[in-house]
């Protein structure tokens, strides 16, 4: 009786403690601060007097986003060129001075943002404000650096192809333009695009192209006070940071620029995004919600819940049955939108039964509401313990910059995730988790395992490809006599290796414009995408059909011979297909020149049209022109025209002789 007291009581002062250490823990957040100069540049700052270092980040509001055709890649260049300074003796950039002053420092350029960013031992931090505002500020944008630093963009960014810097542009954009490209999720979920609106062969080349003027106009249209944040963490003097923020960047008069134009707004897809692919090594789970229209603390909660489910199915999952490696909770958000998930790897034969698990952790807590207080304590005590886990170094101080930062960017507002996370009520947790798990809002992504065995879809894709391709084989094929062959020409090409490089070319870019339609319309319904025997077997059997009628389309539209079978005319195609014309069909043949017969116009618009088949590179050479009596003719390239065109007439003047007789009999 008494070890049960005791018991009771080291528990009940366990929870106790637990319960005021979630009241009384400092709060990491409360040593931030925020402010504004008034000038318009935002300033971040985050002391610790437990830090060795000294970290300073300034960020400028212009990225690859902005630019133009006629200046891609230019946001980049600046960000080399402004590393360079004419003041630096023996022609050292500023990455070797801070280098030799024991620090480090890099800059970066993304869709929005250009960032330039160091750290060096805390007793040298106000030297690398100074420094890096020195680089920023008062830049040395010269013709030779500009040249220079092309040099540099192109050892990183890559040279073009050969190919590519012959045409002068990006031959790829022509050949598979992007709009064929799939949707990815953010476009086909929220209606907004992140990815880079150039390709890489267009940046390396625009790069090149460059002018001083250009890389000048650019810094002066968005390196504003408006556009520029300043970030400093670890251990400083504020003071002395102070004296010189206010002297370098406070000192900075109000500049009419350009801003950054507003994100996209989003149009979120009201129906559940559920996708399934193959993957026989390792079936993967990714499950949780979408969102949009959400604040800070609703974020903030989703997060907290989708680690909270993460770490219990560790612990059932990996601990009790071994059958995960790591489940993750992520919450990825773009503005006010975005998914939250748990993802883990399963073994195939464990899959569906895991699935099960965590959608009916989802389906029961979230969707209905069925978190119980306890579970909601539980997550937010484990998501605070993060606050403290990595220390007060610099880098740490700096994450917690960078979080006031987001917060700021994405719902125009800051609260301490730490006051949020004390003050919030379970029944709060609870509508917001309702509220945001819904069954219209569902995300789901699996890699399933194959339904058979290892290779299934391969060995599957292979036997439709020979089936389909031996079909078409037999279904085109038009056999014929060779006894009865009675004259053969072939019809000019240019070599045919150029010819099948061609048709590849045309069938493909056709081909690919077909599976789009195909994805906009069947791959995208729901259902399909759910299914893994539409996705991962059905799919590839009506891709590789597709891609063989294609194919075979086109060779078989090109003529290769012309021959005359008994009483019939036989075009016979670079595939399996030959067209038969009887003779008695032709109403006259032609001897003419491709570039010396455009008249009249519509001779050609009208009865030639498509079956315009005169590819000889000697195109002042004559052609053979074949008039049928429907008033459709035929125009093909073939060795002396005016002797087939000899042979043909007499083959129709002894069919016309013999029709004769036998009227007369």
């Not at 504003?224 to 923020?245: H, T, W």
């Not at 949009?292 to 989703?302: G, K, M, R, S, V």
């Not at 083959?651 to 029709?659: A, D, G, N, Q, T």
């Amino acid at each position: 009786m008494i070890k049960i007291f005791f018991t009771a009581l080291i528990l009940l002062a366990s929870l106790s403690l637990s319960a005021a250490a979630k009241q009384t823990s400092q709060d990491p957040f409360e040593k931030l601060e925020y402010f504004k100069l008034k000038n318009g540049v935002e300033v971040f700052l985050a002391p610790s007097a437990e830090a060795n270092l000294t970290m300073i980040r300034v960020e400028v509001d212009v990225g690859y986003d902005v630019e133009t055709r006629e200046n891609i890649g230019v946001t980049h260049l600046l960000e080399h060129v402004l590393f360079r300074d004419e003041k630096l003796k023996d022609e050292m950039s500023y990455l070797q001075l801070i280098k030799e002053k024991g620090g480090e420092a890099n800059g970066q350029t993304s869709a929005r943002e250009t960032i330039y960013y160091g750290h060096i031992p805390a007793k040298d931090g106000k030297w690398l404000l100074n420094t890096i505002g020195n680089l920023i500020l008062k830049p040395s944008i010269t013709d030779d650096y500009v040249t220079k630093e092309k040099r540099t963009v192109e050892l990183e960014r890559g040279k073009p192809s050969p190919i590519d810097l012959a045409f002068g542009f990006d031959i790829k954009n022509y050949l598979y333009p992007k709009y064929l490209r799939q949707k990815d999720f953010w476009q086909s979920e929220f209606g907004v695009t992140f990815s880079y609106k150039f390709s890489l062969t267009q940046e390396q080349l625009s790069t090149q192209r460059l002018t001083l003027a250009q890389v000048k106009q650019h810094y002066d249209d968005y390196y504003i006070p408006a556009n520029m944040r300043v970030f400093v963490a670890g251990k400083f003097v504020k003071n002395e940071i102070m004296k010189v923020i206010n002297s370098e960047w406070g000192s900075l008069p109000v500049k009419d620029g350009k801003k950054m134009p507003g994100p996209e707004k989003p149009n979120p897809s009201k129906t559940p995004y559920e996708v399934v692919a193959l993957n026989p090594a390792s079936p993967y789970i990714y499950l949780g919600t979408k969102f949009w229209d959400i604040n800070q603390t609703e974020a903030l909660i989703l997060d907290v819940y989708s680690e909270s489910v993460a770490h219990r199915l560790m612990k059932e999952l990996r601990n009790k049955k071994g059958q995960a490696y790591t489940v993750r909770g992520v919450t990825s958000g773009e503005y006010n939108f975005g998914y939250t998930f748990v993802e883990f790897e399963t073994p195939k034969e464990n899959f569906s039964e895991n699935l099960k698990l965590v959608q009916g952790y989802l389906d029961n807590e979230a969707e209905e509401g069925g978190i119980t207080d306890e579970q909601v304590n539980e997550a937010i005590e484990l998501y605070m313990k993060k606050y403290f886990l990595a220390g007060a170094e610099a880098s740490d101080m700096m994450g917690l910059l960078y979080s006031i930062r987001q917060d700021l960017k994405l719902y125009n507002s800051h609260v301490s995730p730490m006051k949020i996370l004390m003050n919030i009520k379970p029944s709060e947790v609870r509508d917001i988790l309702k509220k945001f798990y819904k069954p219209n809002q569902r995300y789901g992504f699996f890699y399933k395992p194959p339904l058979f065995f290892y290779y299934d879809s391969i060995v599957l894709s292979i036997i439709v490809f020979l089936i389909s391709f031996f079909t078409l084989r037999r279904v085109l094929t038009q056999n014929f006599k060779h006894d009865q062959v009675r004259w053969i020409r072939k019809v000019k090409f240019p070599p045919l290796k150029s010819l099948e490089f061609s048709v590849g070319i045309i069938a493909l870019i056709v081909f690919l414009h077909i599976q789009f339609v195909m994805k906009e319309s069947l791959y995208s319904i729901s259902i399909w995408q759910a299914s893994l025997i539409l996705s991962a077997y059905v799919r590839p059997i009506i891709d590789i059909i597709l891609f063989l009628v294609v194919v075979q389309g086109i060779v078989s539209f090109l003529p290769r011979k012309l021959m005359v079978i008994n009483d019939q005319l036989m075009i016979k195609s670079l595939s399996y297909f030959s067209k038969k014309i009887p003779l008695v069909e032709i109403q006259s043949i032609e001897s003419v020149r491709c570039i010396g017969y455009p008249l009249p116009l519509t001779r050609w618009l009208v009865s030639v049209r498509h079956r315009f088949f005169f590819f000889n590179q000697k195109f002042w050479k004559k052609g053979l022109l074949i008039n049928l009596k429907s008033g459709k003719s035929y125009y093909f390239g073939v060795n002396d025209a005016e002797q087939s065109k000899h042979e043909l007439d007499g083959f129709l003047s002894r069919l016309s002789k013999s029709e004769n007789h036998l009227r007369v009999s």
